[in-house]
T-cell receptor, first 117, second 111 residues
Framework: ETGVTQTPRHLVMGMTNKKSLKCEQH?????MYWYKQSAKKPLELMFV???????ENNSVPSRFSPECPNSSHLFLHLHTLQPEDSALYLC????????????????FGEGSRLTVL | GQSLEQPSEVTAVEGAIVQINCTYQ??????LSWYQQHDGGAPTFLSY????GLEETGRFSSFLSRSDSYGYLLLQELQMKDSASYFC????????????FGQGTELSVKP
């Protein structure tokens, strides 16, 4: 139990569907992140929120739309995805933008496994 | 840009010592972190090196040499439960801190 909860754990959707991934952290952290993990590839940073304000969008296609209504919740809205978007989507949080005391310490959820048909 | 290189797979036997290397190319960074991820699980933070040298935490140690653009994770007294993927990551200066990950090393511990 990392203190970061992601739902759903598994999601299958068609290319025309609209769905959302949810992340909740119970750690009192100020920063939250979305990462994409594909097989045999490094974790790719998608979005960073600090104090509910989006501070980075890593050139992610507009079919991925993040939302951070408060410091404990983060969503990733999905629409008109492509099969190559199938991956594990990981949410993480940290006490501040750089991880606790700039140690790069992030707390990850277990991820949402997305399959796009 | 930034890039990190790790071996894709390492195999070792129970009780042995294994070293997972990480070489990087990046301009300006705070330090090097290591994460462990079991199959189907969340990546979990293992260690951080902000300065050159060795950091020890129980059976795990991590090392950084900025002059060589190189670091490693050392796992001693290997146990079956250590079978997992291990990622190095650099915390770069960009925009107040951004964590860039390597592709991961899959460690298999055999009896």
């Amino acid at each position: 139990e990392t203190g970061v909860t992601q739902t759903p754990r598994h999601l299958v959707m068609g290319m025309t569907n609209k769905k959302s991934l949810k992340c909740e952290q119970h750690l009192g952290h100020n920063a939250m992140y979305w990462y994409k993990q594909s097989a045999k590839k490094p974790l790719e940073l998608m979005f960073v929120y600090s104090l509910e304000e989006r501070v980075e969008n890593n050139s992610v296609p507009s079919r991925f739309s993040p939302e951070c209504p408060n410091s404990s919740h983060l969503f990733l809205h999905l629409h008109t995805l492509q099969p190559e978007d199938s991956a594990l989507y990981l949410c993480a949080s940290s006490q501040d933008r750089s991880g606790r005391a700039k140690t790069g310490e992030l707390f990850f959820g277990e991820g949402s496994r997305l399959t796009v048909l | 840009g930034q890039s990190l290189e790790q071996p894709s797979e390492v195999t070792a036997v129970e009780g042995a010592i294994v070293q997972i290397n990480c070489t990087y190319q990046t301009s300006g960074f705070y330090g090097l972190s290591w994460y462990q991820q079991h199959d189907g699980g969340a990546p979990t933070f293992l260690s951080y090196n902000g300065l050159d040298g060795l950091e020890e935490t129980g059976r795990f140690s991590s090392f950084l040499s900025r002059s060589d653009s190189y670091g490693y994770l050392l796992l001693q007294e290997l146990q079956m439960k250590d079978s997992a993927s291990y990622f190095c990551a650099v915390l770069i200066y960009n925009q107040g801190g951004k964590l860039i990950f390597g592709q991961g090393t899959e460690l298999s511990v055999k009896p």
